[in-house]
């Protein structure tokens, strides 16, 4: 069966090149007789833009849903993307439509049992590191809770503001109107009618 392949190339500046990049992965698809179908070239883009500021990657992951290719190429990681979250979401993105990544710097072959399993463990380690910053963020919470911060956005309630918004709602303002003049959302008015 042939492999289809497709190199993804980007450079950060219009200076730089992806000559080097496109000659090095086409001597690769050569060794394994994979047939390049598509090359996407991003010029000076920096890899930490997201896919909407990207029109190349974006134009591959959308021949990536319609089935293209079976393998992308890239010269290394950092032309996908710098972000850990940006990499590993591609990465998932291509792996749900069963695509393959040759990633050349990196040694990484998803077409093998080891390329495989080096995939997982990024993964893996992406997860973890999620994991992480979310407990970290929940500590960060319960830190400030118990030296007494208020958390959230700060509110003009105050018991002049509860009063006007009871005195308003039995004259038969709408909780709309009460929320436009009192400066507070309709959650808020309908809080304090229950609580009055």
């Not at 973890?128 to 911060?149: D, M, P, Q, T, Y």
């Amino acid at each position: 069966m042939t492999i289809r392949a497709c190199i993804y190339a980007r450079v950060s500046t219009t200076s730089q090149s992806v000559e080097r990049q496109i000659r090095e992965l086409e001597d690769v698809a050569a060794k394994n007789d994979w047939v390049i179908v598509d090359t996407y070239i991003d010029n000076g883009i920096s890899g930490s833009k997201g896919r909407d500021k990207r029109p190349e990657l974006d134009r591959m992951m959308k021949d990536a849903i319609k089935r293209k290719f079976d393998v992308v190429m890239i010269s290394s990681i950092d032309r996908l993307g710098r972000s850990l979250q940006h990499l590993i979401e591609i990465m998932n993105d291509l792996q749900s439509k069963t695509i393959d990544l040759f990633m050349l710097k990196q040694a990484i072959d998803t077409t093998t049992p080891t390329g495989k399993l080096m995939f997982s463990v990024i993964g893996a380690m992406a997860e973890f590191e999620k994991s992480l910053i979310r407990e970290r963020v929940l500590s960060g919470l319960e830190n400030a809770k118990a030296k007494g911060k208020v958390l959230g956005r700060k509110t003009n309630l105050n018991a002049s503001t509860e009063r006007q918004i009871v005195s308003m709602r039995e004259s038969g303002a709408t909780i709309r109107k009460i929320a436009a003049e009192c400066s507070v959302g309709t959650q808020t008015v309908y809080k304090v009618l229950r609580a009055a």
